[in-house]
């Protein structure tokens, strides 16, 4: 679990102070558009658009709730945005493709409507009490005593309020301007080439925000996790992605069999607002498009929708690994302490209790990593309150755990990685790991899926059986293969066959 250890306090305060320029610059920017002082060229030539659409297609809701200068700077932009919007030619540029040299780039309206999805998703769960006993419909983070929360939940009313402004057809076309008002064209022109530099400066200090927040991809991890992640050269992985990012995130009403909610005292007890926000801005996120999506490795979450604290996740196998296009599907339990705790995480894909599939996931489901307090590691890789999140657990799941050669995840048993002796033992190590991918993660999810997740599983092996029954064949005429290992494997390439020719 080595990696680099990101520098949490020297990224903060390098970032609030970017946020405080970028919050003064948006703010002249607003009063010049509340003039009329942005002319429709300055809004298509200048880096006003790329610069707000960056800064909202990239943003995360959690990110933005973690200091008060990134509050204030989203702020000021959603004011720009708004000010903007005031006038309907400028409305309509908002409405125009963003060329930035990105392949996903789209409008700042779109970016905006995608925002406002996002906290519509927050104020909903925020506002909404436990099923069992939250004892008041009025109980919402607004009406807590939680200054963050109310915080947060104004700032995702202002965005729902600027999407539904973008949304508003525009009046028609005024008439043109007397003779007087062109007199001042003069005037405003020279105020539009102000506009035009301090857009400029914006978009140099959004890049600069960007930037630094670069330096943890995902809200807190360390950048070796998604270094450590493959990336499939499947042909079809456009389709692939296009059609299981649809099924990403969902919130159903319930999620069956749940290993907590089935044990834990939790279930009846009330949901705490600072809990409760934290998870709904920590869902807002991952609905917003956080959730890795590949074809090699995939993540998939279902968030209980009257029971916020539970969640099941579900993670395809890494490719070049045993575990490779396998389902392990997670569930999850944010305590009431939450975030000042670490979540509690259990493995369900174990064959009924049968198979270790490393040595970081028991048979009883247990998950060992530092992040959850289960394994010791570097300081760095320790659960950090206003950092940490459930998806930086799932990824590095993703990549520290679902790896090549997981034998050597054992304490102790890199001394003999590049030995003989090593390499012999991990090869007979994911010989087991290979059959019990195949039997549980594979045949078990098809025979048997979770509810909740049968559409994405059905959908994940209709489209990568072709790939997945070609890596099973390799798997089984491997030359090296023990006589027992090649015999069982035949034998669940054909169950495998068989599967898929059903879907």
Same mark, same amino acid.
Request: net charge negative.
């Given at each position: 679990?080595?990696? @680099? ?375 760095? @890789? ?39 002796e090593g390499d012999m033992q991990s090869r007979s190590y994911n010989e087991t790991i290979r059959e019990a991918t195949i039997r549980f993660a594979m045949l078990g999810h098809l025979k048997s899926p979770p509810p909740e997740l049968k559409e994405t599983i059905i959908r994940h092996f209709k ?33 495998? @066959? ?6």
């Amino acid at each position: 679990e080595g990696g @680099e250890v990101w520098d949490i306090a020297a990224t903060e305060k390098a970032q609030a102070q970017q946020d405080v320029e970028m919050h003064m610059l948006l703010a002249l920017l607003t009063a010049s558009a509340e003039r009329g002082e942005v002319s429709v060229e300055t809004a298509t030539t200048s880096c006003l658009r790329p610069m707000l659409w960056s800064q909202l297609h990239t943003g995360s809701l959690l990110e933005v709730s973690s200091r008060p200068e990134r509050m204030s700077m989203y702020l000021s932009m959603l004011s720009l945005v708004k000010a903007l919007a005031a006038q309907p030619e400028l409305k309509a540029v908002l409405a125009q493709h963003v060329h930035c040299g990105r392949s996903d780039s789209s409008s700042v309206v779109q970016a905006v409507t995608a925002v406002q999805r996002q906290a519509e998703f927050f104020t909903s769960r925020a506002r909404q009490p436990s099923a069992a006993s939250e004892g008041s419909s009025n109980s919402t983070a607004k009406q807590t005593g939680d200054e963050d929360g109310r915080a947060m939940y104004d700032l995702c009313v202002h965005i729902i309020a600027v999407g539904s402004l973008l949304a508003t057809p525009s009046p028609p076309p005024s008439q043109p301007p007397a003779p007087a008002a062109r007199a001042t064209t003069p005037r405003t022109t020279r105020s539009s080439s102000s506009a035009a530099a301090a857009a400029t400066a914006a978009a140099a200090a959004a890049e600069a925000v960007v930037g630094a927040s670069s330096a943890s991809p995902t809200f807190g991890m360390s950048a070796s996790l998604s270094d450590n992640l493959s990336i499939g050269d499947d042909s079809d992985e456009g389709q692939y992605i296009e059609e299981m990012s649809e099924l990403q995130f969902a919130s159903p009403a319930s999620l069956p069999g749940h290993h907590y909610e089935t044990k834990d005292k939790e279930a009846s007890a009330p949901q705490l607002s600072a809990r409760t926000k934290r998870l709904a801005l920590e869902a807002a996120d991952m609905m917003g498009g956080a959730l890795p999506a590949s074809v090699s490795s995939t993540i998939w979450v279902r968030v209980n929708e009257s029971k916020i604290h539970y969640w099941r996740a579900m993670i395809s196998g890494p490719e070049s690994t045993p575990y490779s296009g396998g389902l392990f599907i997670f569930d999850i339990m944010a305590p009431s302490e939450y975030p000042n705790v670490a979540p509690k995480v259990n493995l369900q894909t174990t064959g009924g209790a049968t198979v270790r599939f490393n040595p970081n996931l028991y048979n009883c489901g247990k998950v060992c990593l530092s992040l959850l307090g289960t394994w010791q590691g570097d300081q760095g @890789e320790s659960w950090h309150p206003k950092t940490s999140t459930l998806l930086q657990v799932l990824m590095s799941i993703q990549a520290l755990i679902l790896v090549p050669d997981p034998f050597f995840n054992e304490p102790g048993y890199e001394r003999v990685r590049n030995t003989a002796e090593g390499d012999m033992q991990s090869r007979s190590y994911n010989e087991t790991i290979r059959e019990a991918t195949i039997r549980f993660a594979m045949l078990g999810h098809l025979k048997s899926p979770p509810p909740e997740l049968k559409e994405t599983i059905i959908r994940h092996f209709k489209l990568r059986k072709k790939t997945l029954l070609a890596q099973v064949r390799e798997w089984s005429t491997d030359e090296k293969n023990s006589t027992k290992h090649a015999s069982a494997m035949r034998g669940l390439l054909r169950d495998l @066959e068989q599967a898929f020719a059903a879907l």
